[in-house]
DNA sequence: TTCTTATCGATAACGTTTTATCAATTATAC
DNA sequence: GTATAATTGATAAAACGTTATCGATAAGAA
């Protein structure tokens, strides 16, 4: 059975809507696309297309989507009712970060080891060498690694993953990581973000004098 | 001079140009827009696109474009030649592992003060009490504000730092936001990645079984 | 100087994502 | 039981982003 298929767009949007239902579930048991529309400033048309896309939950005319239905449908396309065990790379400023963030297992992620080149400790956790990286993915048969080492060794590191069978890279160095086919690399690149952000200040700032 | 109608998506690719030209600056000079394109697997007219949206450079043919002009171009577009000051929302987990990341100034962000309900110190820096908010946002005219506020708070906070002036928002809450017109908001879900990353997983998994 | 060739810049084709339109459906009110 | 109105689901149109094509340009070689 292949649900292959999502766009990285509707997936994307999807969490929101979960949020946004679990939030409202007072409701009788149905919501209309228009109303998760609205309240996500989304078109109606698109929460439609993207519902339908995740499960096969049919809307009723008049009443809706059954609410319960639709979480049920979304936590299971999202991989929350089974969590992953990931590992991470890089135990500097931003890997100690989110090492200390206890939000990931929430959604599904838990990272269970840490590793840099300098053992140590952070949280409670410890951090262990990179050489004990392949022995650990292998044997725990670890599928998604983080990545949060400095932008010149990204790719290096990235290779090691990759050639012990990691199949899910999220990357927050930043650089291009270049994987073999099959791999996918997620980037969380804050600089991106940034970009966003200060060029719509620029723009803003500019516009107004 | 309006620089507007860069879309989103070119902003995001701008930082990795950059990232790479900076690396790269030893070649003569000069570098044409596949090298680049190979480099960050892109498409080679898509490099062109994008640069010539950023900056009036104009490519030598049989040479390419002159680096340091490039980098010049990038950094301004980017904001990176002047740092912005912003207050981050939220001290919990997240936001303690942000405020203690060092890596933000580098691109121009410089994170001058954090508030909480409850205050305390993180990093070495004091967290303001949230009443402070109005106060030192106008006081220091700040225009951008990190949230990392749990979800169900992110809206309210959200209102508060919009009605004192914020113009830009970077959200990492798990929630949607609305703002009042010509505010943006820059969501940084987790979620939404490890959204991708498990959906990912999941077809893979089911594709080899 | 002229020729060759790498590279650009512009334009056009393509594909994907978003938005609009409209007939079909069914809960609710009368 | 019938009419009404809200809502869906499918199809079509529009917008947007990416990729391909090709003539123009200038560097470097002959």
Redesign the interface.
């Known amino acids: 059975?292949?649900?292959?298929g999502?766009s990285?767009q509707t997936?994307?949007?999807?969490?929101?809507y979960l949020?946004?239902l679990v939030?409202c579930e007072a409701d009788g048991g149905y919501i209309s696309a228009a109303a998760v529309a609205s309240?996500?400033?989304l078109n109606e048309v698109q929460v439609r297309k993207d519902l339908a896309t995740v499960c096969q939950v049919r809307g009723v005319p008049k009443k809706g989507f059954p609410v319960s239905d639709l979480i049920e449908g979304l936590r299971d396309?999202?991989?929350?009712n089974n969590v992953?065990d990931a590992i991470l790379v890089g135990a500097g400023?931003?890997g100690?970060?989110?090492l200390?963030?206890?939000?990931?297992e929430q959604?599904?992620?838990n990272i269970i080891a840490a590793f840099d080149i300098k053992e140590g400790e952070a949280d409670g956790k410890k951090i262990f060498p990179l050489e004990k990286l392949p022995d650990i993915i292998n044997r725990l048969s670890i599928?998604?690694a983080v990545i949060t080492v400095p932008?010149?060794v990204a790719q290096q590191v990235c290779d090691i993953l990759t050639s012990n069978g990691i199949?899910?890279v999220?990357n927050f160095a930043?650089?291009?990581l270049?994987v073999p086919d099959?791999v996918?690399v997620?980037n969380?690149?804050?600089?991106?973000?940034?970009?966003?952000?200060?060029?719509?200040?620029?723009?803003?700032?500019?516009?107004s004098e």
């Not at 997936?11 to 929101?16: D, K, M, T």
């Open positions: 059975m292949k649900i292959q999502i990285t997936l994307r949007r999807l969490p929101y949020n946004y939030n309240a996500l400033k396309c999202l991989g929350q992953h400023n931003l100690r970060a989110l200390s963030y206890k939000g990931f959604y599904g992620l599928k998604i932008g010149d199949l899910a999220w930043p650089a291009h270049t099959g996918l997620q969380e690149n804050m600089a991106s973000s940034l970009a966003v952000l200060s060029n719509h200040l620029k723009s803003r700032m500019e516009g």
